[in-house]
């Protein structure tokens, strides 16, 4: 049973990082896709980028492009959501899950493994 747990959210100000963790145990994440996802108060879940093991990544949010960049560090079975330039907008619930395919998904849906999340607040 994969196990996913997600660090390093926390209170930042506009303009700064964060690089966001997520960490997998119980299986190997060679054979998952992982999806990087994010909650806003009051709103629903949606994507925000995803990776493949072979360091394909894809964007879904517009809002994110040129700030936000996904990574793997597969030999310690971690996977990096380095958030950059934040904005007050990118505030929330910063979730990754875990997809047993080769192919990314922005639907949620599609995701079997879903990690606790950790807490993103960008405010002055």
Same mark, same amino acid.
């Given at each position: 049973?994969?196990?996913?747990?997600?660090?390093?959210?926390?209170?930042?100000?506009?303009?700064?990082?964060?690089?966001?963790?997520?960490?997998?145990?119980?299986?190997?994440?060679?054979?998952?896709?992982?999806?990087?996802?994010?909650?806003?108060?009051?709103?629903?879940?949606?994507?925000?980028?995803?990776?493949?093991?072979?360091?394909?990544?894809?964007?879904?949010?517009?809002?994110?492009?040129?700030?936000?960049?996904?990574? !793997?560090?597969?030999?310690?079975?971690?996977?990096?959501?380095?958030?950059?330039?934040?904005?007050?907008?990118?505030?929330?619930?910063?979730?990754?899950?875990?997809?047993?395919?080769?192919?990314?998904?922005?639907?949620?849906?599609?995701?079997?493994?879903? !990690?606790?999340?950790?807490?993103?607040?960008?405010?002055?």
């Amino acid at each position: 049973q994969l196990q996913l747990v997600e660090s390093g959210g926390g209170l930042v100000q506009p303009g700064g990082s964060l690089r966001l963790s997520c960490a997998a145990s119980g299986s190997t994440l060679d054979y998952y896709v992982i999806g990087w996802f994010r909650q806003a108060p009051g709103k629903e879940r949606e994507a925000v980028s995803c990776i493949v093991r072979n360091g394909g990544t894809t964007d879904y949010l517009y809002s994110v492009r040129g700030r936000f960049f996904s990574s !793997g560090a597969y030999a310690e079975n971690t996977v990096y959501l380095q958030a950059n330039n934040l904005k007050p907008e990118d505030t929330g619930v910063y979730y990754c899950a875990a997809r047993m395919h080769f192919r990314c998904s922005g639907n949620a849906d599609d995701y079997d493994d879903w !990690g606790q999340g950790t807490q993103v607040t960008v405010s002055s």
